[in-house]
Nanobody, 124 residues
């Protein structure tokens, strides 16, 4: 069974931090580029970050650059997204996805396989 499962979302105050995890089952994430996306109601889907397996290079959207960090934990077969200095505009459903390719597809668009998402709400 091929599955991506996001976790770590929740409610946090502005300026706070959360770490999202994308766990894989049925395949090894090490071999593939993994992207994080987010979508808020009434908003376009936004590619937040991506990490390649080919060379380990990373991509960050301008809206999160300097605040979010994507990383791999190969031992746990997971991809993490550390989110710092969170803002209300970061509120969205966050999804991890892969296109089963070694390198990130940029600009980030449609990927082949998606997790179910985890909700991040930043509010005072």
């Amino acid at each position: 069974q091929v599955q991506l499962v996001e976790s770590g979302g929740g409610l946090v105050q502005p300026g706070g931090s959360l770490t999202l995890s994308c766990a894989a089952s049925g395949f090894t994430l090490d071999y593939y580029a993994i992207g994080w996306f987010r979508q808020a109601p009434g908003k376009e889907r936004e590619g937040v970050s991506c990490i390649s397996s080919s060379d380990g290079s990373t991509y960050y959207a301008d809206s999160v650059k300097g605040r979010f960090t994507i990383s791999r934990d190969n031992a746990k077969n997971t991809i993490n997204l550390q989110m710092n200095s969170l803002k209300p505009e970061d509120t969205a459903g966050y999804y991890c996805a892969t296109d089963f390719m070694p390198s990130c597809r940029l600009p980030m668009g449609n990927y082949d396989y998606w997790g179910q998402g985890t909700q991040v709400t930043v509010s005072s």
